[in-house]
């Protein structure tokens, strides 16, 4: 029998300085902690590092700027100190956990893992701004999600003028510039691609979930919210890619809930 204590460090819990996940108010809409598919992605890197938090939650993004100049969510205050961005906060999370989100990873299977984060941050999120602000089918409930605490003028100016905006945004970015077809059947070829890609059993690289499958899920799990049903069935019919999903909603729920 090992009769030993466990040696301060491999207790992240005694160890690591307090937690503060800044973000957007949660939507209270069970299995999603965000609309926000970054805030989504940082809770289940914490989940899956098993490190507890507490949240600071505010209605936009830029009202956050005390603690990030860019106005962007989310950031993790570690202790006393901000870090912006989810990239550079799941770097952090990994050393702050002692490598839970990149464990049994040879360096290959590390740039990997990198690898398929850069995908789910650029591409895949294209796909998840294109579902929420200019896919028509999705706007009005995204409009009531976003803006519906607003009084009607506000709600109707402002989410007219920033979905022109974003619409503008996602032209620039090259994904909605040939519209809504072009749009959704490079989404159909991505998903595709990641249905084959999709492990029968485990995580994405391998035994254990990590920086890829947390990255991945809180593009596609954001896709498949009750805020586009047609992004949630066409992911709903890649059944390897589906499977995978909800095995790391499983393995990357908050470290209370365990
Ligand atoms: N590269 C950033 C992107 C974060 C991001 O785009 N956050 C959105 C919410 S999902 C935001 O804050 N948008 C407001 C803005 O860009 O001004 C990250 O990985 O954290």
Same mark, same amino acid.
């Given at each position: 029998?090992?009769?030993? &204590?466990?040696?301060?460090?491999?207790?992240?819990?005694?160890?690591? $300085?307090?937690?503060? /996940?800044?973000?957007?108010?949660?939507?209270?809409?069970?299995?999603?902690? &965000?609309? &926000?598919?970054?805030?989504?992605?940082?809770?289940?890197?914490?989940?899956?590092?098993?490190?507890? %938090?507490?949240?600071?939650?505010?209605?936009?993004?830029?009202?956050?700027?005390?603690?990030?100049?860019?106005?962007?969510?989310?950031?993790?205050?570690?202790?006393?100190?901000?870090?912006?961005?989810?990239?550079?906060?799941?770097? @952090?999370?990994?050393?702050?956990?002692?490598?839970?989100?990149?464990?049994?990873?040879?360096?290959?299977?590390?740039?990997?893992?990198?690898? *398929?984060? !850069?995908?789910?941050?650029?591409?895949?999120?294209?796909?998840?701004?294109?579902?929420?602000?200019? #896919?028509?089918?999705?706007?009005?409930?995204?409009?009531?999600? %976003?803006?519906?605490?607003? $009084?009607?003028?506000? =709600?109707?100016?402002?989410? +007219?003028?920033? =979905? @022109?905006?974003?619409?503008?945004?996602?032209?620039?970015?090259?994904?909605?510039?040939?519209?809504?077809?072009?749009?959704?059947?490079?989404?159909?070829?991505?998903? #595709?691609?990641?249905?084959?890609?999709? $492990?029968?059993?485990?995580? *994405?690289?391998?035994?254990?979930?990590?920086? +890829?499958?947390?990255?991945?899920?809180?593009? /596609?799990?954001?896709? =498949?919210?009750?805020? &586009?049903?047609?992004?949630?069935?066409?992911?709903?019919?890649?059944?390897?890619?589906?499977? *995978? /999903? #909800?095995?790391? +909603?499983?393995?990357?729920?908050?470290? !209370? #809930?365990?």
């Amino acid at each position: 029998m090992n009769t030993a &204590s466990p040696s301060p460090a491999a207790d992240p819990a005694r160890t690591t $300085p307090p937690l503060t /996940l800044c973000e957007l108010t949660d939507p209270g809409t069970p299995g999603w902690e &965000s609309h &926000s598919p970054f805030c989504l992605k940082v809770h289940r890197a914490l989940g899956v590092a098993a490190l507890r %938090y507490t949240r600071r939650h505010a209605e936009r993004p830029d009202q956050h700027r005390g603690v990030n100049a860019t106005g962007q969510v989310p950031v993790l205050l570690v202790g006393d100190e901000a870090v912006a961005d989810s990239t550079a906060i799941l770097h @952090r999370i990994n050393a702050l956990s002692g490598d839970a989100l990149l464990r049994g990873l040879d360096a290959k299977g590390r740039a990997a893992a990198w690898c *398929w984060e !850069e995908l789910a941050d650029t591409s895949l999120n294209g796909f998840v701004v294109a579902s929420r602000w200019a #896919d028509s089918r999705n706007w009005e409930a995204v409009r009531q999600a %976003y803006f519906g605490s607003a $009084p009607a003028p506000v =709600r109707a100016v402002l989410g +007219a003028v920033l =979905r @022109r905006r974003v619409i503008a945004g996602l032209v620039a970015r090259d994904v909605w510039r040939r519209g809504p077809e072009a749009c959704w059947s490079r989404f159909e070829r991505l998903v #595709d691609a990641l249905e084959a890609q999709a $492990p029968t059993q485990g995580f *994405w690289l391998g035994e254990h979930p990590g920086v +890829a499958d947390v990255s991945l899920f809180g593009q /596609l799990h954001a896709l =498949r919210s009750p805020l &586009s049903p047609w992004q949630r069935e066409t992911l709903a019919a890649r059944p390897r890619l589906w499977a *995978w /999903l #909800d095995r790391v +909603a499983l393995a990357s729920r908050p470290a !209370e #809930d365990r």
